[in-house]
């Protein structure tokens, strides 16, 4: 899979002998499929409490920013920096078998790289072992998602990061 990453977000991603941080992994096989922002909305709505009971999710929403994730997440997501999610993606898988997650869908800055990153080996993963979930990567990021719905079921959103990041140019 050849995944397009700009060449400021290559010097940032550099470890110190100028290997990029993944070359650490293996390169994922999988192409990830892609959601729109809108799907995702959706299914954060269909999940809201009704008549006060909350709805069993069966989708898992991952950030994989690390240290760029500022400004807020969409709701319910959990941050598994992409750095070191691929040794971790056998105990995520584990974990969404065992509470019923159906899909996993994953997003960085913008999803061009980290974001589709992650949602490969993840796919890999699965295809390794025969199971049945998903996984996905949300098309835009969370800036997308920002530029798209403002502070519309976001978890810490803060206005003031939102302008600034929405006016640099998009990273991965």
Known sequence: MTIHVHEHCLRMARREDGTPWWAAFPEPTSTPVHIEPQAVLELLEQQENV???????????????RTDCTGGTVSSSIN??????????????????????????????????????????MQDYIDEVGGDLQSQVMTGGIRGWVRTYGDRMMDGYDEKTWKQLLSEKSCT
């Open 51 to 65: 008549d006060g009971q909350p709805q069993s999710q069966k989708f898992l929403l991952v950030d994989c920013r």
């Open 80 to 121: 598994l920096p992409a750095h070191s999610f691929y040794p971790t993606r056998k105990s995520l898988y584990a974990l969404c078998k065992q509470a019923g997650i159906q899909k996993v869908i994953f997003y960085c800055g913008s999803s061009a790289g980290r974001g589709p990153r992650c949602a490969a080996w």
